[in-house]
């Protein structure tokens, strides 16, 4: 079974930095787009960053300049680089994974989520 574990969440003072991680397990034949969400409180899923199997990149505009995203693919690994953190940065951080698995002989794309991680700016 596919899982994605995140980590490196935690507390900081605006203007200070943290990097998330989040790993995939699990049966995995290969890995499509991968990705990282936010739900802060009272409010909905929002995307943050994005970056193909590829190697291209996409970021919300709240954080372009201010985060970057990448992966390791023989690793099954993605990672969230957050500088200049601001208190609107506070959230749940989702990792989110097209991943594909074997299943019967054939090769089935399931959308996966971890299970989040919590990251807290002080103003």
């Known amino acids: 079974q596919v899982q994605l574990v995140e980590s490196g969440g935690g507390l900081v003072q605006a203007g200070g930095s943290l990097r998330l991680s989040c790993a995939a397990s699990?049966?995995?034949?290969?890995?499509?787009?991968m990705g990282w969400y936010r739900q802060a409180p009272g409010k909905q899923r929002e995307l943050v960053a994005t970056i193909t199997s590829g190697g291209s990149t996409n970021y919300a505009d709240s954080v372009k300049d201010r985060f970057t995203i990448s992966r390791d693919n023989a690793k099954k690994l993605v990672y969230l680089q957050m500088t200049s953190l601001k208190p609107e940065d506070t959230a749940v951080y989702y990792c989110?994974?097209?991943?594909?698995?074997?299943?019967?002989?054939?090769?089935?794309?399931?959308?996966?989520w971890g299970q989040g991680t919590q990251v807290t700016v002080s103003s």
């Open positions: 699990g049966g995995i034949f290969s890995i499509n787009n």
């Open positions: 989110n994974a097209e991943v594909k698995t074997i299943k019967s002989m054939r090769i089935v794309t399931t959308d996966c």
